[in-house]
């Protein structure tokens, strides 16, 4: 868990509130990260204050108005919660009034890849220089691994060779958001083609169990910023128009698993309604509530549903029929 250093006149009841949430058992470490914004900004702007103002909250609110909606809610979301439990023993403390939430209309929309997308994007990851080296099983692996599992990228990245169970088809994700371990079912292709690539990872980089299974050609563990770039250098390759404001993100491909899933669910007449909870468990999601964020309604999908619906109104109406 990384440690935040702090070092405005609150840091002290910043650093409580954040032990304070994290025993809760939340891992709060993104919040984290936005607390230690506000106190960076009572650095530079307010170090010699004694207690939180009006004045302060509205200066830190400007000093991000030029980032996007959704970024500039979640930052004031967590000063607010702090500014509401100083309050409780400090009645000096100001607590603002909460945020609108932002519109569904700026948030933002992922894209949903296509089958024929999705092969395009593996086959050209394939395809990536230098040919002799492990890199392109690498992000074929991984992007692979990310669409068909719907793991999270930061998942993806902590995975070790002791984390796959090859005889079980097993994937094991130590730490998933909010501290939750869980074992990830794989589909017996998808487990194959894990055990190809460590065959091949193996001849590279450290060979001990908890050394990372996803490396770079430095072998090192890979990291965000790398990905992302080779990610869009696919895209490209591929014809998919992509830019940083609208995607399409690699966290879009999780996504992806959950609305082909859930056409798959149509397709072979299942009870979707039955099975979402395990999809959420399966996901790391805390409820179904999480989940139903990632199930966005396509052309396909919403064909799916049509159908369902009009059979199911063709048979209650001749049901009807036949009693009367």
């Not at 492990?134 to 992000?139: A, W």
């Not at 404001?245 to 999780?254: C, F, K, M, S």
């Not at 199911?312 to 009367?324: F, M, Q, V």
């Amino acid at each position: 868990m990384q440690t935040i250093e702090l070092h405005s006149w609150l840091s002290g009841q910043i650093g409580r509130f954040i032990e304070l949430r994290r025993l809760s058992g939340t891992d709060y470490s993104s919040q984290a990260r936005l607390l230690g914004y506000f106190d960076r900004f009572l650095v530079e702007q307010y170090p010699n204050g004694s207690f939180v103002t009006r004045h302060m909250i509205d200066h830190y609110m400007q000093s991000f108005s030029h980032l996007r909606p959704r970024v500039q809610y979640n930052r004031f979301c967590v000063v607010h919660q702090l500014c509401r439990h100083i309050a409780q023993t400090d009645p000096n403390c100001y607590v603002p009034e909460p945020m609108r939430c932002v519109p569904a209309s700026k948030v933002f929309h992922p894209y949903i890849f296509s089958e024929q997308e999705i092969r395009n994007l593996l086959s050209a990851a394939l395809a990536l220089p230098p040919s002799e080296s492990l890199r392109p099983q690498t992000y074929q692996t991984l992007f692979g691994l990310l669409y068909t599992t719907g793991i999270r990228i930061g998942e993806a990245f902590a995975l070790t060779l002791k984390d796959f169970n090859s005889e079980l088809d097993l994937l094991y994700i130590t730490e998933g958001k909010f501290r939750k371990a869980r074992w990830v079912p794989l589909h017996p292709s998808t487990s194959r083609i894990l055990s190809q690539y460590i065959e091949h990872r193996l001849r590279n980089g450290q060979k001990t169990p908890d050394s990372p299974l996803f490396i770079n050609l430095r072998t090192h563990r890979l990291c965000h910023c790398t990905v992302y770039q080779t990610f869009r250098q696919l895209l490209e390759k591929c014809g998919i128009g992509h830019n940083k404001h609208t995607g399409p993100r690699i966290h879009d491909l999780r996504h992806t698993f959950a609305v082909h899933k859930l056409l798959a669910w149509y397709q072979d007449k299942l009870d979707v309604n039955a099975r979402l909870p395990a999809l959420a468990t399966y996901m790391g999601h805390v409820s179904v509530c999480s989940t139903h964020i990632y199930l966005h309604p396509t052309a396909e999908l919403l064909e799916q549903v049509n159908n369902r619906f009009h059979k199911h109104y063709l048979h209650n109406l001749k049901a009807k029929g036949g009693k009367s």
